[in-house]
């Protein structure tokens, strides 16, 4: 079992950036970052995998970064030019499974979950 502790949230305002972090207990292949504005469905925002192959949401595309420490089992999501519609609790997410194809970002494909990041852009 690996524990996700995601860090780095808060309040910035439009046109800002933050950058997110995820500690993980444990190694995993494959990690993404997800997130969920009241109301909506939990949505994949970025996905990277040990090597380094990442997918996006066309949404960030541009704007938002991820990046895998593999060797301190750490996570980060770089956010710049943020938007209004960026606000949402970020989850950090994984699964110890290499793709054939780029990381997914889909929900149903990660195992381990983090308790959530809030960041707010006003």
């Known amino acids: 079992h690996v524990q996700l502790v995601e860090s780095g949230g808060g309040s910035v305002q439009a046109g800002g950036s933050l950058r997110l972090s995820c500690a993980a207990s444990g190694y995993t292949y494959t990690m993404a970052w997800f997130r969920q504005a009241p109301g909506k469905e939990r949505e994949g925002v970025a996905s990277?995998?040990?090597?380094?192959?990442?997918s996006y949401a066309d949404s960030v595309k541009g704007r938002f970064t991820t990046s895998k420490d593999n060797a301190k089992n750490i996570l980060y999501l770089q956010m710049n030019s943020l938007k209004p519609e960026d606000t949402a609790m970020y989850y950090c997410?994984?699964?110890?499974?290499?793709?054939?194809?780029?990381?997914?970002?889909?929900?149903?494909?990660?195992?381990?979950w983090g308790r959530g990041t809030q960041v707010t852009v006003s």
């Open positions: 990277i995998d040990s090597e380094r192959r990442t």
């Open positions: 997410a994984a699964v110890y499974r290499r793709y054939t194809r780029y990381p997914p970002l889909i929900k149903d494909e990660y195992i381990f």
